[in-house]
């Protein structure tokens, strides 16, 4: 079974891209490929259609990992049906998603700040409108997170779409 997982932000430039992309290299690096994807998508996104702000492009890089192909795309315009994960990356992002799901679904929407090892980390900061650096330290959050996502993912077995809660954090 093949099941793919969705990162949310807010415009879909920045964290959530470079989480997909950290996620299929963690899921490549450990060695299940064909059983898990990810994509992404902004809850606001008035960039509909850019690629990743270059300072996103600069940090996933430095991990090796390309994102340059990706496109800016809207929660909106997605099927929900097709993600067997949602992960918010901060509160505005979840809550807006909480609005988009139907009752069923919301049980498939996490906050990527629960899989981090720091309880007191309760969501990942947006650089946006920050310093380079921190677009830098915002990457290797969102790494460990993702790793952490595609380790449980891995063994716990999870390929049918069935919702377990994190373990991590």
Request: with cysteine.
């Amino acid at each position: 079974m093949h099941g793919t997982v969705l990162f949310a932000c807010h415009e879909n430039i920045c964290r959530s891209s470079m989480a997909e992309g950290l996620f299929r290299e963690a899921v490549l690096r450990l060695g299940d490929s064909c059983r898990f994807s990810a994509e992404s998508a902004g809850t606001v996104c008035r960039q509909r259609g850019e690629p990743p702000d270059f300072r996103a492009l600069s940090a996933a890089r430095a991990f090796g990992v390309d994102i340059s192909a990706h496109r800016a795309r809207r929660t909106r315009d997605l099927r929900f049906g097709e993600y067997f994960r949602i992960f918010a990356m901060g509160h505005e992002d979840y809550h807006e998603l909480v609005l988009l799901l139907d009752d069923a679904r919301r049980e498939d929407l996490f906050m990527l700040a629960d899989y981090l090892p720091d309880p007191g980390v309760t969501a990942g900061g947006d650089p946006y409108c920050c310093p380079d650096d921190d677009f830098f330290a915002v990457r290797g959050m969102l790494s460990e997170a993702a790793e952490n996502i595609c380790e449980e993912l891995l063994g716990a077995g999870v390929s049918d779409g069935a919702s377990d809660s994190p373990a991590i954090g």
